[in-house]
T-cell receptor, first 110, second 112 residues
Framework: RKEVEQDPGPFNVPEGATVAFNCTYS??????FFWYRQDCRKEPKLLMS???SGNEDGRFTAQLNRASQYISLLIRDSKLSDSATYLC???????????FGKGTTLSVSS | EPEVTQTPSHQVTQMGQEVILRCVPI?????FYWYRQILGQKVEFLVS????????KSEIFDDQFSVERPDGSNFTLKIRSTKLEDSAMYFC??????????FGPGTRLTVL
């Protein structure tokens, strides 16, 4: 079983749409959870950390369900600039290495 | 805003040659990492470094790889004898005591 699994997409949505990405992780002892954003041929950039209580940053909302080992990201009112690959990232129990999903590609069109 | 920097941005080398990829982590960060991303694949952890020693490494980080912090600012990844399959984007990352890792812009390594 893959450690972090994501639907690769692509998700093609119009501007203003709401889009949701999901992710599952295999190690129940994982400690920390993140969404990173990666533009084509660029480095991953932290979008937000994910907490069990859920957290929101502007148009972005992240949720964590530890029982189901499931992480989600909701983007409201999509902008053209949101077009990117969204990486679900988990920090394992043993150390501080980040374990990445393969990413979900979002394309927002006008 | 402080950033992780990496040089060179692109390195082309012949198979069997040694390469050194360089990184300058954010100045007050304590933990340093190397990751790689083969084109079209996920980002993969290679090694973490803390207090002048390797704290964790993956299966990918075999005897061909080494890391060093030669001075107070640089953090390097050496590949002793490059193979075609080492062609990838190599990202350096650093973090303070908190959980968040900050990534550099990467070095694209092409092995011919």
């Amino acid at each position: 079983r893959k450690e972090v699994e994501q639907d690769p997409g692509p998700f093609n949505v119009p501007e203003g749409a709401t889009v949701a990405f999901n992710c599952t992780y295999s190690n129940s002892a994982s400690q920390s959870f993140f969404w990173y954003r990666q533009d084509c041929r660029k480095e991953p950039k932290l979008l937000m950390s994910v907490y069990s209580s859920g957290n929101e940053d502007g148009r972005f909302t992240a949720q964590l369900n530890r029982a189901s080992q499931y992480i989600s990201l909701l983007i409201r009112d999509s902008k053209l600039s949101d077009s990117a690959t969204y990486l679900c990232v988990v920090r394992g129990q043993a150390g501080t290495a980040l374990i990445f999903g393969k990413g979900t590609t979002l394309s927002v069109s006008s | 805003e402080p950033e992780v920097t990496q040089t060179p941005s692109h390195q082309v080398t012949q198979m069997g040659q040694e390469v050194i990829l360089r990184c300058v982590p954010i100045s007050n960060h304590l933990y340093f990492y190397w990751y790689r991303q083969i084109l079209g694949q996920k980002v993969e952890f290679l090694v973490s470094f803390y207090n002048n020693e390797i704290s964790e490494k993956s299966e990918i980080f075999d005897d061909q790889f080494s890391v060093e912090r030669p001075d107070g600012s640089n953090f390097t990844l050496k590949i002793r004898s490059t193979k075609l399959e080492d062609s990838a984007m190599y990202f350096c990352a650093s973090r303070p005591q908190t959980d968040t890792q900050y990534f550099g812009p990467g070095t694209r390594l092409t092995v011919l």
